[in-house]
């Protein structure tokens, strides 16, 4: 069973920067997206930005042009750099990997707590 590990949350001031890790215990190379999630408190979970295997990302558009994912399938782990940050990206981060052969498989991290303050 893959375990995804998130690391790097903590508090930071508004206009800050964070980077998030994620590790996973095995090879990401065979996942087809890996994904960072958030989710605010009575707030449903939303994608944050994501990247496939061959390196193609996506951003939500709340993030964009301040947030960029990274994978570096030699650590088998992925990155999320977040800067100018604002406190409405309060929220704890999920990691989610997805792999679609040869049937799908997917997985969560436990997620990690960003808290920014005004």
């Known amino acids: 069973q893959v375990q995804l590990v998130e690391s790097g949350g903590g508090l930071v001031q508004a206009g800050g920067s964070l980077r998030l890790s994620c590790a996973a215990s095995e090879s990401i190379f065979s996942f087809n997206a890996m994904r960072w999630y958030r989710q605010a408190p009575g707030i449903q979970r939303e994608l944050v930005a994501a990247i496939t295997d061959i390196g193609t990302t996506l951003y939500a558009d709340s993030v964009k042009g301040r947030f960029t994912i990274a994978r570096d399938n030699a650590k088998n782990t992925v990155y999320l750099q977040m800067n100018s940050l604002k406190p409405e990206d309060t929220a704890v981060y999920y990691c989610?990997?997805?792999?679609?052969?040869?049937?799908?498989?997917?997985?969560w991290g436990q997620g990690t707590q960003v808290t920014v303050s005004s």
């Open positions: 989610y990997a997805v792999r679609l052969l040869p049937s799908k498989f997917d997985t």
